[in-house]
Nanobody, 119 residues
């Protein structure tokens, strides 16, 4: 099983980016999907999460600007980021709890995608 994160890049303050996190492999189900970020010299923090049923949770710093969603049929999660600020600059990681054949539920991390917001 692999999680492939994509969509990062360089954007000016006020701009938008959409991150994607695609799961592949012997997947029999995906529970919660989360997006985390880690800025240089800082710990990795939760940005947003979404349950299989669609219940969402956001860090206070991104509420009203970021939207997390998922497409269960495509085993893909998304993070739409609007009104980006320089302080949003970080490596963004996706995380998902996945039911794998013969292994049960396990947590997986994507490889990270860099988001840079210029002022």
């Amino acid at each position: 099983v692999q999680l492939q994160a994509s969509g990062g890049g360089l954007v000016q303050a006020g701009g938008s980016l959409r991150l994607s996190c695609a799961a592949s492999g012997s997947i029999f189900g995906i529970n919660a999907v989360g997006w985390y970020r880690q800025a240089p010299g800082k710990q990795r923090d939760l940005v947003a999460s979404i349950t299989r049923g669609g219940t969402t949770n956001y860090a206070d710093s991104v509420k009203g600007r970021f939207t997390i969603s998922r497409d269960n049929a495509k085993n893909t999660g998304y993070l739409q980021m609007n009104s980006l600020k320089p302080e949003d600059t970080a490596v963004y990681y996706c995380n998902a709890e996945i039911y794998v054949r013969n292994m049960g539920w396990k947590g997986y991390w994507g490889q990270g995608t860099l988001v840079t917001v210029s002022s």
